[in-house]
């Protein structure tokens, strides 16, 4: 009767292991986190961003806006000084396109969707950048100066070049690997 339970119960630990080293093998997709703050260093919020086959997934989740419409961009430099974040440097734009989903010359690859905060100052934005990717290839995202996310104070106008109308700088993270 042991030996039967025995027989019964092989094939089930074999695929059970089967599973958990597939599991196991498959790599974890890169990716870069930052912790997003204002120009006095309270904390704004955090970005991440994951590369996958169709270009990176960002996600940011923000607090402590002014309610309404922010844009928000990668930009091209990792380096957030307060209080104006100008230390980041323009939109990333490796392809050296213009600014804006709809200017008819292209869009930065920094470019991203409006922002709506909330009354209570929150918000977040979901969005994928085609074709870009971490570290390497031909348009990696954290090249020897890095990058930062910044959340500026005014709605991106989606054509101006170079930065969309987008107002001052009022949040900003360093994006780091992992």
């Given at each position: 009767?042991?030996?039967?339970?025995?027989?019964?119960?092989?094939?089930?630990?074999?695929?059970?292991?089967?599973?958990?080293?597939?599991?196991?093998?498959?790599?974890?997709?890169?990716?870069?986190?930052?912790k997003?703050?204002?120009?006095?260093?309270?904390?704004?919020?955090?970005?991440?961003?994951?590369?996958?086959?169709?270009?990176?997934?960002?996600?940011?989740?923000?607090?402590?806006?002014?309610?309404?419409?922010?844009?928000?961009?990668?930009?091209?430099?990792?380096?957030?000084?307060?209080?104006?974040?100008t230390?980041?440097?323009?939109?990333?734009?490796?392809?050296?396109?213009?600014h804006?989903?709809?200017?008819?010359?292209?869009?930065?690859?920094?470019?991203?969707?409006?922002?709506?905060?909330?009354?209570?100052?929150?918000?977040?934005?979901?969005?994928?950048?085609?074709?870009?990717?971490?570290?390497?290839?031909?348009?990696?995202?954290?090249?020897?100066?890095?990058?930062?996310?910044?959340?500026?104070?005014?709605?991106?106008?989606?054509?101006?070049?170079?930065?969309?109308?987008?107002?001052?700088?009022?949040?900003?993270?360093?994006?780091?690997a992992?």
């Amino acid at each position: 009767m042991k030996t039967a339970a025995l027989f019964l119960a092989l094939p089930l630990l074999a695929s059970v292991a089967a599973c958990a080293a597939t599991s196991q093998s498959a790599p974890a997709a890169p990716t870069a986190k930052a912790k997003l703050a204002a120009g006095d260093g309270s904390a704004r919020g955090t970005a991440v961003v994951t590369q996958a086959g169709d270009g990176l997934h960002v996600v940011v989740k923000a607090q402590g806006l002014t309610p309404g419409i922010h844009a928000v961009h990668i930009h091209t430099t990792g380096v957030c000084t307060g209080p104006d974040f100008t230390s980041a440097g323009g939109h990333w734009n490796p392809t050296s396109h213009q600014h804006g989903k709809d200017n008819p010359q292209g869009m930065h690859m920094g470019d991203m969707p409006n922002m709506q905060a909330k009354p209570d100052g929150s918000g977040e934005i979901e969005y994928v950048v085609p074709g870009g990717t971490i570290s390497d290839g031909a348009t990696p995202l954290l090249d020897a100066d890095g990058a930062a996310i910044v959340i500026h104070a005014q709605a991106d106008d989606y054509k101006s070049d170079p930065t969309g109308n987008a107002g001052g700088r009022v949040a900003c993270g360093v994006l780091s690997a992992g």
